[in-house]
Each structure stands twice: as C-alpha cells, then as structure tokens.
C-alpha cells in the first residue's frame, strides 16, 4: 500500500513563527497536494505539485508557501504563522494520472496561539 | 469552485438505503467519492470519468451524468461500518486539481 507520511500529528506554534509541515510519499507518485481541512468548509487545496521543482497555487495560497526538492517530499510552508492558519492540514499524492484516486496522509493539526 | 454536496446530513438505521449527492457548475472530467471516519484520513472509494460507466463494489455504486455535472453515490444495505463523512471531490478541464465539497456526515445507527 502507498504510505503518505507526515511528520507531526500535532504542533502548537507561536504566532509569526515560521512554520514546516513535512510529507513524505514511498510509492514514487508524480502528484502531491496540501489541503486545509475546517469544521463545514470541507477540504480546501492550498497547492499541489506534479513533478520536482514545480507548484502550483490551490484554492486558497495566501500565507503559505511550497518546497518539493525531491519527488518523494513535498513542504509546507506558513512564512508567518497567524492564529487563522489553526487547522488541520492534509498531504496526498497520488501516480500521475488522472484517473487515479489520491492517497491521504493522516494529517497534522496545527494550532496558532 | 466547490461542489455542492446534499444532504449535509443524513441518519439511517443499520440496513437502510441512501444517496448522497454531487453537483457542480462546471463541466468535468471526473468525480471522486472519499469516505472519512472521525480522526483519520479521507479514504479513496472510487472515481467516475467522464464517458465513463457507473461504478461500484459490494453495496456502495456511484453514478456520473455528465450532462448535467451531478454525480450521486448510493449505499444500499448500510452497515455501521459506512458511518463517516462522504467527500465528492470534482476535476474540470486539464489540470489535476481537485475540488472538494463540503462533505455529507452519515450516521448509520444500530
């Protein structure tokens, strides 16, 4: 089975700090995506990547920024981080086509106090 | 822009049929259907292209009309273990971006 891994269940940050959230992938999937999940606003993309080096601006980019150095991880970034940024954030990936599904990882939940 | 999922909430009791419903306003390529038990990941069920024919497995079967942009999932016979919420998730166009609705919680009861 693909395995999305993401580094941190949990984190509490300050705001302003500067955050990273990790995901790593071992299925050698071309595709990977951050998502924002909210009570009643369901998932909400941020930005994906579909090769090394490349990204793309989801839904809803403002205040975070992406790092994929190598195919199989792909970087979340909150450059400030703010108290509206509190969520739970979601990586997935998935092989290239599009018509395969995406493959989850079981998220981070992050807190901005 | 989001799908639009209905009913935003649904109770059955154990054995009891339901459909949960997706539409969009633009045209698409496909549908996603993903299911997500409390506390863990969204789960991929299945996907639906377009031209493509109805899929399903078991007791959970979808269906896309692409004239119209709406797909609909149907879970028949529902077990305790369907309880979750059920995501559509859309993609239009070239690209690979898929869009979520806001989801619909399904509460299956004894």
């Known amino acids: 089975d693909v395995k999305v891994t993401q580094s941190s269940r949990y984190l509490v940050k300050r705001t302003g700090e500067k955050v990273f959230l990790e995901c790593v992938q071992d299925?050698?999937?071309?595709?990977m995506f951050w998502y924002r999940q909210d009570p009643g606003l369901g998932l909400r993309l941020i930005y994906f990547?579909?090769?090394?080096?490349?990204?793309e601006k989801g839904d809803i980019p403002e205040g975070y920024s992406v790092s994929r150095e190598k195919k199989e991880r792909f970087s979340l970034i909150l450059e400030s981080a703010s108290t509206n940024q509190t969520s739970m954030y979601l990586c997935?990936?998935?092989?290239?086509?599009?018509?395969?599904?995406?493959?989850f990882g079981s998220g981070t939940r992050l807190t901005v106090v | 822009q989001q799908p639009v999922q209905s009913p935003q909430a649904v109770i059955l009791r154990e054995g009891e049929d339901a459909v949960i419903n997706c539409s969009s306003s633009?045209?698409?390529?496909?549908v996603h259907w993903y299911r997500q038990k409390h506390g863990e990941a969204p789960v991929f069920l299945m996907i639906?292209?377009?031209?493509?024919e109805q899929k399903g497995h078991e007791k959970i079967s979808a269906s896309f009309n692409e004239k119209k942009q709406q797909s609909s999932l149907y879970l028949t016979a529902s077990q305790l273990s369907y309880s979750g919420t059920y995501f559509c998730?859309?993609?239009?166009?070239?690209?690979?971006?898929?869009?979520f609705g806001k989801g619909t919680l399904l509460t299956v009861n004894p």
């Open positions: 633009k045209a698409l390529y496909s």
């Open positions: 990547s579909y090769d090394v080096k490349m990204k």
């Open positions: 998730g859309t993609v239009g166009g070239s690209n690979y971006k898929l869009t």
């Open positions: 299925m050698d999937h071309e595709n």
């Open positions: 997935a990936s998935n092989p290239g086509y599009r018509v395969d599904g995406y493959t």
């Open positions: 639906l292209l377009k031209g493509g």
